[in-house]
C-alpha cells in the first residue's frame, strides 16, 4: 500500500521550512495544503479560459460554463448524490449551513417547534440554528456525550420528539475526532417526520461518503479541507426540499423573468446561486477530488489510523498531557488528536511548537458549548492527512517534551 512519502513530492509546501526548520503540518482540520494537480488546474483557469459562465456566447465563457458544471456533476458523483442538479456550490460550509438555516429552517420552522443538534457541533452548524430558534421562538435541544465522548444513545431517542422539525449534526467531531453514526440520528429524525443536515466538513476529506445511503436532507462541506482552493463549498440537498425552498441570495443569474414588481426564480441549482461563482474555485475541486479518488480513501484511512496509533501509546505516557476524545470503545476514531499540556495555556503550546517547525490548532475549535461541556476553555488539537508522517509525529511528540522546560517548569 502506498505511504506518505508517495504524495509529498507533490506539496510544494510541505518541502519549505517555517522558523528554520523543516515544517510538520498538522494543522489538517484546518485546512488541507494544495498539490502541484489542484495548483496547476487553478492558474490553468486563470491563465487559459478565465470567463464570466452562464452569460457569454463566446468560446471562453461557454468553457467556463462547462468547468463548472462538469464540477457540480463530479461533486454529486464524488458523494454519491443522485444528480447534479442536487449540489450547490457556495463558498464554504459555513454558507452552506446559513443557506438550509435562513432559506429551510426560517420557512418551516414555527413557534414552539424544536431543533435537536448535538454539543460537539462547529459553531457552523450550532450558531445558524441558535439565531433560528430564537427569531421563531422555538426551542433549541441539545445531545450531550457518553463517557466515552460518543453521542449519547439515550439523548438521540429521547430528545429527537414529534415537535423535531430539524435535526443537524456532524458526521465528524472537529474536536473529538470521533466518527457519529450519522444512519442512526437521520433515522430517527425522519421517523418523527424531521428533517436531518449533516455537517462533512470532517468526513467528506477522509472517508468515503455516500448521502443516499446516509438518507441525510441536507449535507455540506468545505473545499479548502480537501486539498482544494478557499472560496468553494458544497451544500448538496434533496432536490424536493431545494425546490421548494426560497432563495438565500438574490441578484444576477438566479433568475428567470424580472419585471418592476415581480421576480420569478430560476430553477435548483441555479436559484441559490447567485452573482458570478467561484469557477476556478470548481476546477481546482474538481482536480482534487480526482487526487483524492486516485489515492482511495482505504489508504487515506489507512495513513491516519497508523499515525494515531503511533502517537497515542507515546502520549499516553507523558505524565503532562491531558487527552479528550482519545478513549472511544468503539472502532470511530479518525487523524484528530486533541491535547492540553498541563499547567501551559494552549496558544503558548502552539507557540513554542511553531518555534520547532510544528504546527498545530489552539483555542476553541469553533466548538465553545463542547469546551465547556468538556470543562476547558480552550484546547490544542492536532490533525493528521495522508501526507503526514511518522516523522511529523516523531517532531510534533518531541517538541512537546520541551514545551514545559521552556517555561521554566523543569520537565
Aim: aromatic residues 10%; contains cysteine.
Amino acid at each position: 500500500m502506498a505511504t506518505a512519502q508517495d504524495f509529498l513530492k507533490d506539496f510544494p509546501l510541505l518541502h519549505m521550512q517555517m522558523n528554520g526548520k523543516p515544517i510538520a503540518y498538522l494543522d489538517n482540520g484546518a485546512t488541507t495544503q494544495k498539490p502541484e494537480q489542484v495548483i496547476k488546474a487553478l492558474c490553468g483557469y486563470y491563465g487559459g479560459c478565465n470567463a464570466n459562465p452562464h452569460r457569454g456566447a463566446y468560446a471562453l465563457s461557454m468553457k467556463a460554463t462547462d468547468i463548472y458544471e462538469s464540477a457540480r456533476a463530479r461533486v454529486a458523483q464524488f458523494i454519491h448524490a443522485p444528480k447534479a442538479e442536487d449540489i450547490i456550490f457556495t463558498k464554504n460550509a459555513t454558507e452552506s449551513l446559513n443557506l438550509v438555516a435562513y432559506s429551510y429552517g426560517m420557512t418551516n420552522v414555527q413557534k414552539g417547534d424544536e431543533i435537536v443538534i448535538t454539543v460537539s457541533e462547529h459553531h457552523s452548524n450550532l450558531v445558524p440554528w441558535q439565531h433560528v430558534a430564537q427569531v421563531k421562538g422555538a426551542t433549541l435541544k441539545y445531545i450531550y456525550l457518553e463517557d466515552d465522548a460518543n453521542l449519547s444513545e439515550e439523548d438521540i431517542e429521547t430528545k429527537i420528539t414529534e415537535r423535531t422539525k430539524i435535526v443537524a449534526v456532524t458526521q465528524v467531531s472537529n474536536v473529538l475526532g470521533l466518527k457519529n453514526d450519522v444512519k442512526k440520528v437521520v433515522d430517527k429524525a425522519h421517523s418523527v417526520g424531521a428533517i436531518a443536515v449533516v455537517d462533512g466538513s470532517q468526513s467528506v476529506p477522509h472517508m468515503k461518503v455516500d448521502v443516499q445511503a446516509i438518507d441525510a436532507d441536507f449535507f455540506a462541506f468545505s473545499g479548502h479541507k480537501l486539498l482544494s482552493p478557499m472560496g468553494i463549498g458544497v451544500l448538496y440537498g434533496k432536490y424536493e426540499l431545494l425546490d421548494a425552498m426560497p432563495p438565500f441570495l438574490m441578484g444576477g443569474d438566479m433568475i428567470d423573468y424580472v419585471e418592476e414588481q415581480h421576480t420569478d426564480f430560476a430553477e435548483v441549482p441555479s436559484k441559490f446561486e447567485a452573482g458570478t461563482q467561484n469557477v476556478g474555485g470548481a476546477a481546482g475541486l474538481t482536480a482534487a477530488i480526482d487526487y483524492l479518488d486516485g489515492i482511495g480513501f482505504d489508504t487515506i484511512e489507512a495513513i491516519e489510523k497508523d499515525l494515531v496509533d503511533y502517537a497515542l501509546p507515546q502520549l499516553r505516557e507523558l505524565p503532562f498531557i491531558e487527552l479528550y476524545g482519545c478513549d472511544s470503545k468503539r472502532d470511530n476514531k479518525t487523524g484528530i488528536i486533541t491535547f492540553n499540556v498541563k499547567d501551559v495555556h494552549p496558544h503558548d503550546v502552539a507557540t513554542i511548537l511553531d518555534s520547532y517547525g510544528v504546527a498545530v490548532r489552539a483555542g476553541h475549535h469553533c466548538a465553545q458549548p463542547l469546551m465547556q461541556y468538556l470543562g476547558q476553555n480552550a484546547t490544542c488539537r492536532a490533525s493528521f492527512y495522508f501526507y503526514n508522517t511518522r516523522e511529523d509525529a516523531d517532531r510534533w511528540i518531541a517538541a512537546l517534551k520541551q514545551v514545559r522546560k521552556v517555561l521554566g517548569y523543569g520537565a
